[in-house]
């Protein structure tokens, strides 16, 4: 399941991307911040979440907190084609990534990160706050709410916004091996026993393509 971020930054950061990519003509990009997909163009989002989740994982291990620039092969695209993946660490935890063919240069690719992400450094520092929380700075929420998760069915993606951060990896673990079609007993059945330790969850899943969890304690319902 594809994991993305909100950040309250989004704009400034979709900005950001746009003015990174048009420095060398690239239609595939995607901003990570703390592994979770802030930004990205819509060509980028065309991309099927399986694609998406295998480039940013193979983006974060290559460049290793630096730079990498890998060939990669993208079914969606072409069978036979083989495009370039750089990735470029902005900070600790922020990765800009792009797909493209030969040109330009890993040392171009560097040249324009550095002039198209320094002058919006301070905006890249807030979103790692912001995308850990995925929720407005000013939303109150009740404190019972452990954290919720928005799932796309379609997308096969995931925002999951920590309240308590302890907490995600939890429920994203939950959505994950659960799928639409699932009963709740089915998925009760598929989920509960290894990932919570043999204690029955309380789930409250919908046959929407679209929906809310909210996980207080060991019970996830719509929100």
């Given amino acids: 399941i594809l994991r993305c971020g909100q950040a309250s930054e989004e704009a400034a950061l979709d900005r950001a991307l746009a003015a990174y990519l048009a420095k060398f003509t690239c239609q595939y990009g995607c901003l990570l911040v703390a592994g979770r997909r802030a930004a990205a163009s819509q060509q980028w989002r065309l991309l099927s979440a399986t694609e998406q989740i295998l480039l940013g994982h193979l983006a974060l291990a290559a460049a290793d907190g630096g730079s990498a620039d890998v060939p990669v092969y993208i079914g969606s695209l072409s069978k036979t084609l083989v495009f370039r993946l750089a990735a470029v660490t902005l900070l600790p935890g922020v990765c800009a990534l792009c797909v493209c063919g030969g040109q330009p240069t890993l040392t171009d690719i560097l040249r324009h990160a550095e002039a198209a992400w320094t002058p919006v450094s301070g905006v890249l520092c ?9 929720l407005p700075d000013k939303l109150n929420l009740d404190p019972n709410i452990d954290c919720l998760c928005y799932r796309d069915a379609a997308a ?59 996980v207080r304690g060991d019970s996830c319902q719509l929100y």
């Fill in 126 to 134: 807030q979103a790692l706050g912001s995308v850990q929380r995925s």
């Fill in 156 to 214: 096969n993606s995931c925002i999951v916004s920590a309240i308590r951060p302890a907490s995600a990896p939890h429920l994203l673990r939950l959505i994950a091996h659960s799928a639409p079609q699932f009963s709740e007993d089915q998925a009760a059945d598929a989920v509960a026993a290894p990932l919570l330790a043999r204690r029955k969850m309380q789930l409250g899943w919908s046959l929407q393509d679209c929906a809310c969890y909210a």
